[in-house]
């Protein structure tokens, strides 16, 4: 609270000697310059804790204003909010603040001091500040010792921070606790709260300032104070007192801009009067009127000028600091007030020394000041008095405003691109042709707002500035003027996109136009008018490139008003369509089903020969609306299917991207039993199949001959089977075909042999293509009948035979083809097991052979994990980089084929362990493949697929050791010691929930432990087991243990290792030390090099490490039981102190199945001791 000056003057000498005091214990004064983020930063770590307020300021009015009396209300209401302080009153609204401010005035007019002391109260209160303020009277500005004390310190001592500054004639000193938590006050609170105090703050001081204007503004007193005080507080490096009191001291001058606004006015009007006054003659006027206007007009002249001198102090002590604070926040209110400064009041602001600031910030490295920079200069490019004004600023900043349009901020970038259009309406000369060829480019952006603003520049500079050229009479016609104007605009569009060199980019281009030219890309009429029309000697026709380019525009235009703006690779698209967004898009259909459906055939006819064109026209019905009721009868659909018929004719080797559009064309009009044509299409598709696989049929029975079918079809022949078997594999793909039985057609043409009399690859191809279709949609609509299911089998089963004869082909991509028809296929079959109804048929049994299942693995090995194994490798030129990604994609989808087949329980699960093999040396290419098949086997049954990576690892260790004892070269599919146990170190951190995977963790273990010691006996030739060295790789899954699992597989190993004689000074049996130490160190809190390595705490005299761990561990509820006493007598008749004596310069990471050559990098690399240490920790805290 503020104290009163009558009150605290008997204790005033105390304070002035406390302050001294406190100034000469503190530990430094601190410098007021926004530059220093560093004081404010060093105290936010002790203003962590949060006080409760433990009252409010002011919350007694003082004596003069119990008696205050307001203009209008009751005497009920005027109790009411004269019973709230002014902090109070910003929670009541915009009417009871007018109120409690004219109540205010009155109380200032008593007693100002008073007044102006709960003013300041309230500035400090909504910084919130929970301190106290005292205020003392100060005689004189000039006062070098008082000005001497204005200080902002800190006492650590005394737990409290104060600041001491002038507002004249107060020095008021604030005191707030150190502990409090400045970081948050009123503006930076989350959520509502924060914003609506913003609005309440702001409106309370132009509501103070609106209802002063005529009083006490001009007072000399009130906004001389204010203003002190909001200069002194906003130069704080307290962040709260800093950015309140700028926004409070900008939004002063907002209002203060508001009344000089009213004054000019005011100073007009009676300058029009008084000039009035002097037309007219001397009997009309009085003597005295004059005079009274003129010296109205005076006065008037004096307050706007006292008014600027208000502003001038203000944009002086308070802008010129603030608008480069530190806090963005600040920097972003001060942009934002400027720019509606030069706005409202351009003849005091907007000039280039105003201006020159809004050019600086747009610099700053904040988008959101960026931002509000943008937004005020769009408000004064958009008004055209102000233009005039502009034209320096224009050329000194043009290129910082065209290379913001490259922002990394799409906000800013979206609305620097609004403002060059303005400036580009304001001024033709402003940007030059290379600056609207640069940013006419981005209505090919990513981000559709950039874009379409992009399109919006596009429209005005480009395609609205042409008019329709009429020269003649005869086209005065209004309908022929517009058409000639859609014409030379469509011509302008052609224009600029064969320009911009960006061929397959016709659909981002029109969706950045459907905002602004939705209307010309809409007339569709025009457009296909356009296309239609024969070149006429009066003027140019398009040529075929041009007309090529229209057709894009029209399906784009097309597809834009049936499916909306989503767009693949666009962003900022609305989601989410409105009722009046549906209405239109519905309207747009029917407008374009109904005129479309009659002209498309015309196109299709004119533009036969172009089969790019032709793919792009038939892809229009696609949008077609089915219940279109101005369709009009079937005759329309009669004729578009013959014409799209004879154009499928008419190209004897159609293109593969013809057939697929057309397709997905008869798809489109023949679903959908609401619409008038779904039969006429439906006959007209089945026809052309019809005879389609009749003319296939007289081919192949004259291609095939004999007993075994051999195919003795010549060139022509060929050709055609070719393009007939194109055609029913594109259709087979989106339409069901098994009435027409292609399978029992085309199976015997897998049956003749490969080599001399079979039929070549590309015919092949297509085969396996068909009959995997005819397999998948035969098990799509299996039947209910058992002969049917019967018949399904059976073709199953033979088209697994035929396709896995296949995968021996001497042509490549019929092997791929095989493999993925079968994977495609098996992997259908399994999910029609998952989704068969019981009451509806019986389901469809096949199991793949186990020689169908190792021939898909060999498949997989031999052509998936081949060729380079690393991405970083270069390569010689562009081409050959694009052919290593075509073929690293191709390999990627064999292996995720192969993968699903595991997943889908199709093959055993143990078939991934060869998969697994590969995952450190193919990891950048197919690690994620590999890994998610690994989460989803897991999923299916989490200890197979434990029992399956130990497989994978076993299996590479054995071939490492076998190629060892063979002593040949180095083989490529045999992994190095070091590569085997970084792959177990993989495996392991696959494992992140320890109690969720704790038994597939002791599984492994034991797994393990088998493997090593498996139908070992011990002898004097063999007195170690040949795969002991694997306990070091299994060692890589101790870390995964739970401590009392880690016990029980210690004793499981226990069991196993007591037959035997283990000599701690052979180098052989130091595998099974580190083992061991794995299981314990970890068990102990310890690490395993340091448990190898140290004697005096691993075997204690009289204690085995057993016994240790049983003393300290409890009852494990692994499913495995402990072992009995007789596994702790071996434990310490094989390792004594005496032996772990003999063996302590030992090296307890030697591995014995590898030669020395390899030990040394494996030992180096593999068995490091802080490595191990370190990987192990981090596996325990994951």
């Known amino acids: 609270m503020i104290l009163d000056p009558t009150a605290a003057a008997a204790s005033r000498a105390t304070e002035q000697n406390k302050n001294s005091h406190d100034e000469a214990n503190s530990s430094g004064a601190v410098n007021q310059s926004e530059d220093e983020s560093g004081n404010e930063n060093r105290r936010k770590s002790a203003r962590r804790r949060k006080r409760p307020q433990e009252g409010s300021e002011n919350v007694k009015r003082k004596s003069a204003s119990a008696g205050r009396g307001g203009a209008g209300g009751s005497r009920g209401k ?51 500040c929970k301190g106290v303020v005292t205020a003392e009277m100060c005689q004189s500005k000039d006062d070098r010792e008082v000005m001497s004390k204005m200080v902002e310190a800190l006492d650590e001592v005394a737990g409290l921070q104060y600041k001491k500054f002038l507002a004249f004639p107060w020095i008021l000193t604030v005191t707030w606790p150190m502990d409090t938590d400045s970081v948050e006050y009123p503006l930076t609170q ?137 806090l963005p926040e600040i920097r972003s209110i001060c942009m934002e007030e400027l720019g509606l400064w030069m706005k409202l009041y351009s003849s005091a602001f907007l000039n280039d020394s105003y201006l020159k600031y809004m050019g600086w910030m747009m610099h700053d490295k904040v988008p959101d000041v960026r931002l509000k920079c943008v937004l005020g200069l769009q408000g004064l490019y958009g008004a055209p008095p102000l233009l005039p004004k502009l034209d320096l600023f224009t050329t000194r900043f043009k290129d910082r405003m065209i290379s913001m349009t490259l922002d990394k901020d799409s906000e800013v970038a979206v609305q620097t691109m609004k403002l060059l259009l303005l400036v580009s309406k304001a001024s033709d ?155 239109v898009q519905m309207e747009d259909c029917t407008k374009l089903t109904a005129h479309l459906l009659v002209v498309l055939p ?131 793909n989106c339409h069901n075909l098994l009435k027409w039985d292609l399978f029992g057609l085309l199976s015997p043409l897998l049956s003749a042999e490969s080599g ?122 562009e081409d050959s980089e694009m052919e290593r990604l075509e073929e ?41 493949i590999i890994k998610e098949t690994m989460y989803r086997t897991r999923q299916m049954d989490k200890m197979d697929s434990a029992r399956t990576l130990v497989l994978s690892l076993q299996r590479l260790f054995v071939r490492l050791k076998r190629e060892q004892e063979s002593g040949g070269g180095a083989h490529p599919g045999v992994q190095t010691f070091t590569s085997i146990k970084e792959l177990a170190r993989r495996f392991a951190l696959t494992f992140g929930d320890l109690v969720k995977f704790r038994e597939c963790v002791v599984v492994i273990h034991r797994n393990g432990i088998d493997f090593v010691f498996q139908e070992f006996s011990q002898s004097p030739d063999t007195p170690t087991p040949p795969y002991l060295s694997y306990l070091t790789i299994l060692g890589e899954f101790s870390s995964k243990l739970l401590k009392p699992d880690k016990k029980v597989v210690f004793s499981y190993l226990q069991k196993h290792t ?37 004697d005096r705490k691993l075997y204690l005299p009289g204690r085995s490490p057993l016994s240790r761990t049983k003393l300290e561990g409890s009852k494990s509820p692994c499913p495995f039981s402990p072992v009995d006493s007789k596994v702790s007598k071996g434990h310490r008749s094989g390792f004594s102190p005496s032996h772990q004596e003999k063996t302590a310069d030992a090296d307890p990471f030697s591995v014995s199945v590898e030669p020395p050559a390899t030990r040394l990098n494996s030992e180096g690399s593999v068995a490091s001791p802080g490595n191990e240490a370190e990987d192990d920790t981090v596996d325990v805290e994951l």
């Open 602 to 732: 015309q196109l299709l006819s004119k533009f036969s020969g172009s089969c790019a064109t032709v793919a792009s026209l038939m892809k229009i019905p696609q949008y077609f609306l089915p219940e279109c009721p101005e369709a009009g009868g079937t005759q329309a659909a009669s004729g578009l299917m013959a014409e799209l018929g004879a154009a499928l004719d008419r190209h004897p080797d159609p293109d593969p991207a013809l057939l697929e559009v057309a397709a997905r064309t008869y798809l489109s009009l023949c679903v959908g039993e609401d619409a008038s044509w779904c039969s006429v299409t439906r006959a007209a598709r089945d026809s052309l199949v019809r005879r389609w696989v009749d003319h296939l049929t007289a081919l192949l029975g004259d291609s095939l001959q004999g007993e075994s079918p051999r195919f003795t079809a010549d060139k022509e022949k060929r050709a055609e089977i070719l393009a007939t078997l194109k055609k029913l594999r594109a259709f087979h």
């Open 888 to 928: 690293l994609h191709r390999r990627r989808n064999l292996l995720a084929a192969f993968c699903k087949l595991i997943v889908h329980s199709v093959l055993e699960m143990s078939m991934a362990a060869e998969v697994y093999t590969h995952y450190m040396k193919y990891h950048n290419d197919f690690g994620d």
């Open 429 to 583: 000369g402003a940007l030059g042709p290379g600056d609207y060829k640069q940013l006419l480019q981005f209505v090919y952006s990513s981000q559709r707002p950039l874009a379409v603003a992009a399109g919006k520049l596009l429209f005005a500079r480009v395609l609205d500035t042409v008019g329709p050229a009429s020269d003649t009479q005869d086209e005065i016609n209004e309908e022929a003027a517009h058409k000639r104007q859609a014409s030379s605009r469509l011509r302008a569009l052609l224009h600029f996109y064969q320009e911009s060199e960006l061929h397959k980019h016709v659909v981002y281009l029109v969706d950045s136009l459907w905002d602004c030219a939705g209307a010309l890309l809409k007339d569709w009429p025009t457009l296909t008018s356009i296309l239609l029309q024969d070149p006429s000697p009066h003027g140019p026709g398009l040529t075929c490139s041009e007309q090529a380019v229209l057709v894009e525009v029209l399906v784009a235009s097309v597809r834009q008003a049936s499916e909306g703006p989503a767009l693949p690779g666009r962003s900022g698209a609305k989601k989410v369509m409105s009722a009046r967004e549906k209405k």
């Open 78 to 128: 005027r109790k009411r909010v004269e019973a709230v302080t002014l902090f109070e009153v910003l929670t009541m609204g915009r009417s009871a603040m007018q109120a409690v401010i004219d109540d205010w005035i009155e109380a200032y007019g008593t007693n100002r001091d008073s007044s102006l002391l709960d003013l300041i109260s309230f500035f400090i209160q909504c910084c919130g």
């Open 1058 to 1094: 007591a037959e035997h004689i283990v000599d701690p000074r052979d180098e052989c049996w130091q595998p099974l030390f580190y083992y061991r130490a794995s299981l314990l160190a970890a068990a102990e809190g310890e690490d395993a090099v340091s448990y190898v390595s140290s």
């Open 190 to 326: 989350p959520g509502p709260y924060g914003r609506w105090f913003h609005s309440e703050f702001c409106d309370f001081v132009a509501v103070l300032v609106a209802r002063c204007q005529h009083s006490v503004v001009f007072d000399s007193y009130l906004m001389t104070t204010l203003i002190s005080l909001l200069t002194e507080l906003s130069d704080s490096y307290v962040r709260a007192f800093r950015h309140t009191c700028t926004l409070a001291a900008v939004k002063l001058m907002s209002s203060l801009v508001a009344v000089a606004l009213s004054l000019s006015g005011g100073i007009e009007n009676s300058q029009k009067l008084y000039q009035v006054q002097k037309t007219k003659t001397m009997r009309q006027r009085s003597p005295p009127q004059p005079e009274r206007i003129q010296r109205k007009i005076t006065e008037l002249r004096e307050k706007r000028a006292e008014i600027e001198i208000m502003m001038d102090v203000i944009f002086k002590g308070i802008f010129l600091k603030r608008y480069r604070d530190v």
């Open 756 to 877: 001399e009399g079979g039929a070549p690859p590309e015919v092949l191809l297509e085969v396996l293509r068909c009959l995997s279709y005819c397999m998948l949609w035969s098990l799509n609509t299996s039947g209910g009948t058992l002969n049917s299911r019967e018949k399904e089998r059976l073709q199953l089963r033979l088209f697994c035979e035929r396709g896995n004869r296949c995968l021996s082909h001497s042509d490549h991509s019929v092997q791929q083809q095989a493999f993925l028809g079968m994977c495609d296929v098996l992997t259908a079959h399994s999910y029609q097991l998952q989704a068969w109804d019981p009451t509806s048929f019986s389901p469809l049994l096949y199991t793949p052979s186990p020689k169908l299942q190792r021939a898909l693995l060999t498949f997989v090995c031999a052509h998936v994990f081949v060729g380079p194994d690393c991405v970083g490798q270069s390569a010689a030129g």
